[in-house]
């Protein structure tokens, strides 16, 4: 589904994402582990079209869409959908507009996007919650209104960034689960980042680990975390 073939990118001068060759099947959930200013995000970014690599090759779903210093294939056509850190839920919108923000930008039909944003409220059971504000919901409420509008789309893949790390331990192992309910029910491909052994460890997905732009380390296809053996040495 996601295959970097030698990707590099740089960012000031410096060597942000180092000829990095990965491989990513359809309906897998990876996580990319590493220190902070390792070059998660940026994989992120590359793989959403947001950054263009300065050389190497990535291709999505077999059809290259960036190439050494082009984008082949615009972030829309992508099939992907984000989950980021900080939410930017639209404060101003309802809990349904939001989630209907990327429909309508498509320009989906009204009586399509009401379905759509019904079917996104079940699966994240947020229900009752149609008419209000995200600022008057709890950070999980609010996490899971950004989860139902990178779902809306019915995207492909699935990115999210350390979309856990505001939340408290309860609440984030809460949405974890949500996130495996999900994807065994989506089939969508994950690519997760943290920085949490723990979060990385109960996703029960391969590992990627990154440090300084470069793969350190790589699990098996269908390898856990656990049999990996993470250790210490982080
Ligand atoms: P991580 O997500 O692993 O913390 P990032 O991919 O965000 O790491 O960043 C890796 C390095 O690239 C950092 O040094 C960061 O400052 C730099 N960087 C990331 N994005 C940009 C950008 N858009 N412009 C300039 N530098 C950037
Ligand atoms: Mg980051």
């Not at 959403?48 to 050389?55: F, T, V, W």
């Not at 990327?102 to 008419?131: C, F, H, I, S, T």
């Not at 408290?168 to 974890?176: A, C, F, G, V």
Request: aromatic fraction near 4%.
């Amino acid at each position: 589904m996601i295959e970097f073939r030698n990707v590099s990118k740089t960012y000031r001068g410096r060597l942000v994402v180092n000829a990095i060759s990965v491989s990513i099947e359809k309906g897998e959930r990876v996580v990319l582990f590493g220190p902070s200013g390792c070059g998660k995000s940026t994989v992120l970014h590359l793989i959403a079209g947001l950054a263009i690599p300065d050389s190497g090759d990535i291709l999505i779903d077999g059809e290259l869409a960036a190439t050494g210093g082009k984008n082949l294939q615009e972030p829309e056509r992508r099939g992907v959908g984000m989950v980021f850190q900080d939410l930017a839920l639209w404060p101003h919108m309802t809990v349904a507009e939001n989630i209907e923000f990327g429909l309508v930008a498509k320009g989906a039909p009204e009586r399509e996007r009401r379905q759509r944003v019904k079917e996104m409220v079940e699966l994240v059971r947020l229900g009752d919650y149609l008419n209000v504000r995200p600022g008057t919901l709890s950070g999980g409420e609010q996490q899971r209104v950004a989860l139902a509008r990178a779902l809306a789309s019915a995207p492909r893949i699935l990115l999210m960034d350390e979309p856990l790390s505001n939340l408290d331990d309860e609440l984030s192992l809460q949405i974890r689960r949500e996130i495996l309910r999900l994807h065994c029910d989506l089939g969508f491909t994950l690519v997760y980042v943290t920085h949490s052994r723990e979060e990385a460890r109960d996703l029960g997905a391969r590992m990627i680990r990154l440090r300084q732009g470069k793969v350190e380390f790589e699990s098996e296809v269908g390898d856990r975390v656990k049999e990996a053996g993470l250790s210490d040495n982080h």
